[in-house]
């Protein structure tokens, strides 16, 4: 209650363009800009409405599993010294939880799925000076290239509540970061200090992706963690460096604890653009990591991806990524806990995206396979956006869960069609 009463007087305040300029009143001695900024403050938000049908026999997740009402409100507030601040915070409601009847859920799938009031972005950005640029708050900051396989983009942790659902753009979760971009050139210099230790959320307990009866008791940490990326831009091509020490996403059970234990990490990326062709190429490698069935015992894993993508056609984008995370020193108890660790784990992705009658129709679909033959499970989905009018938009797509593995065998039944419709304003 006490956090709920703090961000809401944090929220009221930002709503005050007045004293927010008085709290500003110390950057406006920096001299970060030549020319002055006109002073602005904007507004906006969205408001959606989804429905999920599920073809499970598993019941209360058959039919009509979701009908989610949501709501996005979007300020931004520009000063006249260039420094800009920018808040966003996301709240839903999914009402088939009592049109179906809780006590058909469990409790860990209510407390996670059935409403959510959360702050997202929430920082403060500027120019120091010339060459040294600043962010400060909570923030997404994405290492890499790939739009569906992460191999370096390490920083923020994703929502899997609902896996395959959403594009990883969209899955993000903001975390508290004092960032900075000292720019060298043609060369991008940019520390990092992780001020949050925020963790993935996974399907809950009881749900339909997760049939487990109880979750586990999750660490929690308030440490500050260190990262580094330095990055060049040049004609037809760019490369960056990374390095990170943080506490692991996946993390490993101890005790009936999950435990997320610090891991370094250093990689790099380098893309190259020739006419219509973009040839993407990732590479990461980690220390330190645990496992459940090992937890005596740390692991060096390389994890390594290309990818091609090809814009030639009108419209249309087509892409194609490739990945094989490899663990060293194999033990062979990974491959015999309860979720198998393999000592090498493949995953493949397309994508095809196109526009159609000028923009309003956008069609998208995205093949996501593992294993070495693709033949170890995986998920398709297919969906197409529709601009029904200024500021009306709708989504209509479908999931296709496949199995072949235990990771996906357990889920290859709980294929949807979702559809939503949102109104921006």
């Known amino acids: 209650m006490l956090k709920l009463i703090v961000l809401s007087s944090v929220l009221f305040s930002i709503l005050q363009a007045d004293s927010i300029d008085d ?24 408001l959606t409405e989804q429905l999920a049908f599920g073809y499970s026999d598993n019941s209360p997740h058959d039919n009509i599993n979701s009908l989610k009402s949501s709501l996005l409100l979007d300020y931004e507030h520009k000063f006249e010294n260039g420094f800009k601040f920018k808040t966003n915070a996301k709240a839903y409601y999914d009402a088939i939880y009592s049109i179906r009847g809780e006590d058909k859920y469990s409790k860990d799938e209510l407390d996670e799925l059935k409403s959510e009031v959360e702050l997202y972005d929430a920082y403060i950005e500027g120019s120091l000076a010339k060459n040294l640029d600043m962010k400060l708050g909570r923030q997404v900051v994405v290492w890499g290239r790939s739009d569906t396989i992460r191999i370096t983009d390490i920083l923020n942790p994703l929502d899997n509540r609902r896996p395959a659902m959403v594009d990883i753009e969209d899955l993000r979760l903001p975390v508290a970061m004092a960032k900075f971009d000292y720019f060298v050139g043609d060369w991008r210099v940019t520390p990092i200090a992780i001020l949050e230790q925020r963790f993935s959320k996974n399907p809950p307990a009881g749900s339909n992706f997760n049939p487990t009866p109880n979750r586990p008791y999750e660490e929690s940490y308030s440490d500050v963690t260190p990262a580094l990326s330095i990055g060049g831009e040049f004609s037809g091509w760019d490369v960056n460096l990374y390095a990170a020490k943080v506490h692991d996403d996946v993390g490993y059970l101890n005790a009936g604890k999950l435990k997320h234990d610090k891991v370094n990490m250093v990689g790099t990326a380098f893309n190259l653009l020739k006419g219509s062709w973009l040839l993407k190429s990732e590479l990461a490698h980690f220390d330190g990591l645990k496992y459940s069935s090992t937890q005596n015992r740390e692991f ?68 996501s396979l593992f294993g070495k033959k693709l033949d170890e499970g995986g998920f398709q989905r297919a969906w197409i956006k529709y601009d029904i009018s200024d500021g ?34």
């Open 392 to 425: 009306i938009y709708a989504n209509v797509g479908v999931v296709d869960y496949i199995g072949g593995s235990n990771r996906f065998d357990t889920v290859v039944d709980n294929d949807m069609i979702f559809m939503d419709i949102s109104y921006s304003f």
């Open 23 to 46: 709290v500003m009143d110390g950057f406006d001695d920096a001299p970060v800009s030549t020319s002055a900024v006109k002073k602005s403050h904007d507004l906006t938000g969205r």
């Open 300 to 367: 060096k894993r390389t994890d390594g991806l290309v990818g091609l993508e090809y814009n030639g056609f009108l419209d249309t984008i087509i892409s194609y990524d490739a990945s094989v995370r490899h663990i060293h020193s194999y033990d062979n108890r990974l491959k015999n806990s309860p979720i198998a660790t393999q000592k090498d784990t493949y995953q493949h992705a397309f994508r095809v995206s196109s526009d159609f009658m000028n923009a309003t129709i956008k069609g998208n679909y995205l093949l």
